[in-house]
């Protein structure tokens, strides 16, 4: 049960399953093909093709996605190509995957005997190989397709077990959690068939996130149509034929339908907020993370109280730099996104941060404004840039913002971890009190982490921030760090239960 769908080209519009085979002594050459069209929210944006191929007693799977979604006026690209090389019995070997997200090229290369692999993570000029032993029974495109075939369409069916994408997480197998319902008629295309229900939870490492998917399947374990909540927005996959899949796609405004409204106003000069996070769905949320202006408890239905509170402008530091933190190592290292050897970003924070002996929190404060000034073309265009890249191109909206000025930071010696959540507008492109996404940089200084934004950057009246996730991006997927989101965001209601209102002195 391949995702997505296992289909052979045939005329436009009309899928035609490859022949059954037995999963056990699949036929050589391509025995298996699969083409899907990508739709969010009802616009088609992209496609997908998987191909299985049986070459001596190795199965080789090869994947290509691309699609286009728009951020306002800004369109961004995505392409994604894999191959993976396995055991006729689903054992992984080897793999590569090269992913290009708005001219962001990482590509991840491993080799090993099915649980110890040697992998070389590379963005830009930035190498990270690493020696990495996944769980026992990690399994990848076709080992996952012969689990399927395997365990059977049975209503009732339920496993999970140990996936792995290079193109998900280049260092960590992830938890895939299947139920099998019972077959219902299902409308594809116009077309209304007697299919299976399977529902797929991926689990991020962390365990903090997840994200449910649900396939339908007929009997020949052929997925005809699967749907995917992100963050709020419904992508749709549906079975396709080459000619369909390929054919014009537009890309959809996914930053405008990702907004949220808050039910009332905050007014001018707030001094505290009290708000109730809610699914909608009643799953429970997990705890968000910590800061000098956030206080969150659980609930006992499992929504969150989350306390926000204006707090004095930060002037001067403390004590020792990350002292009470457990273990300020992660807060301070170089990774894929923070590459602190980098020349140019060395150079940048020697010029901005002021002359050694400068008081760190006067560092952190001229970093902030530095990384406001620098990145001078200010938009949407950009995927999700590394520091350095940040650093050449000068371009990007509050994620490359955030990820410059926590490596700035960490090249000054200050721990810096990112935020990411959602941020209160009164106003925004006519609508009132919106909740848009937003990720900032945090500084842990005095025994708490502290917001330092260079994207919105506080003017008299400073900006609400929900954080919801906090990340060291150390070791990090995008991956990953959406789940984690998703988790938020899928079916999130907030509402207002208390506000302090302005001082009167």
């Not at 040697?118 to 026992?136: C, M, R, S």
């Not at 495109?141 to 399927?148: A, F, N, P, Y």
């Not at 075939?149 to 140990?162: E, N, V």
Request: glycine share 8%; net charge negative; aromatic share 8%.
């Amino acid at each position: 049960m391949a995702a997505p769908a296992a289909l052979a080209a045939g005329a436009p519009g009309t899928p035609i399953p490859t022949p059954d085979y037995d999963y056990r002594n699949p036929p050589p050459g391509v025995f298996d093909e699969q083409w899907m069209e990508i739709f969010i929210s009802g616009q088609k944006v992209g496609y997908s093709h998987q191909t299985f191929r049986r070459a001596g007693d190795h199965v080789f799977t090869e994947s290509h996605e691309e699609f286009r979604v728009k951020r306002l006026s800004f369109i961004l690209s995505a392409v994604t190509d894999s191959t993976s090389e396995e055991t006729l019995d689903g054992v992984p070997l080897a793999f590569h995957c090269t992913s290009d997200m708005s001219d962001q090229v990482i590509t991840v290369d491993g080799k090993g005997d099915g649980k110890t692999f040697t992998i070389t993570k590379t963005v830009g000029t930035f190498q990270d190989p690493q020696t990495v032993t996944f769980p026992a029974g990690t399994l990848m495109g076709w080992g996952q397709e012969r689990l399927s075939r395997l365990k059977g369409l049975a209503p009732g069916t339920a496993y999970t077990f140990s996936g792995y994408d290079p193109s998900d997480d280049a260092f960590s197998a992830l938890t895939m959690q299947v139920a099998v319902g019972k077959a219902e008629k299902t409308l594809v295309k116009d077309r209304e068939q007697e299919l299976s229900k399977v529902d797929l939870r991926v689990v991020s490492k962390s365990g903090e996130g997840a994200a449910d998917m649900t396939a339908w399947v007929d009997a020949g374990f052929h997925v005809h149509k699967m749907t995917v909540d992100l963050a709020g927005l419904s992508m749709e996959l549906l079975a396709s034929t080459e000619t369909a899949a390929k054919s014009a796609f537009l890309p959809q405004d996914i930053f405008a339908a990702s907004l949220l409204t808050l039910p009332r106003d905050l007014p001018p000069g707030t001094q505290s907020v009290t708000l109730e996070l809610h699914r909608t769905d009643g799953q429970p949320l997990p705890l968000p993370p910590e800061s000098a202006t956030e206080h969150s408890v659980r609930l006992p239905d499992g929504g969150i109280a989350m306390t926000l509170r204006r707090v004095p402008r930060l002037e001067k530091s403390a004590g020792p730099l990350g002292a009470s933190l457990p273990d300020v190592a992660p807060y301070l290292a170089r990774n894929s996104y923070m590459d602190t050897r980098d020349q140019l970003l060395r150079h940048l924070a020697d010029q901005a941060g002021g002359p050694p002996g400068t008081d760190p929190v006067a560092v952190a404060w001229q970093l902030r404004d530095f990384v406001a000034d620098y990145i001078n073309q200010k938009d949407l265009g950009v995927g999700f840039a590394t520091a350095t890249q940040a650093a050449v191109t000068r371009e990007g909206d509050c994620t490359e913002h955030a990820v410059l000025l926590a490596a700035l930071g960490r090249i000054r010696g200050l721990p810096t971890r990112t935020a990411s959540g959602l941020a209160y507008l009164p106003v925004y492109q006519g609508q009132k009190n919106v909740l848009g996404f937003h990720m900032w940089t945090q500084f842990y200084f005095n025994g708490q982490w502290v917001d330092f934004d260079s994207a919105l950057t506080d003017g008299p009246e400073p900006y609400w921030r929900l954080g919801l996730v906090a990340s060291d991006l150390n070791e990090v997927s995008l991956s990953d760090f959406s789940l984690e989101l998703m988790r938020w965001m899928a079916q999130l209601k907030i509402t207002v239960t208390a506000l302090v209102p302005p001082s009167k002195d």
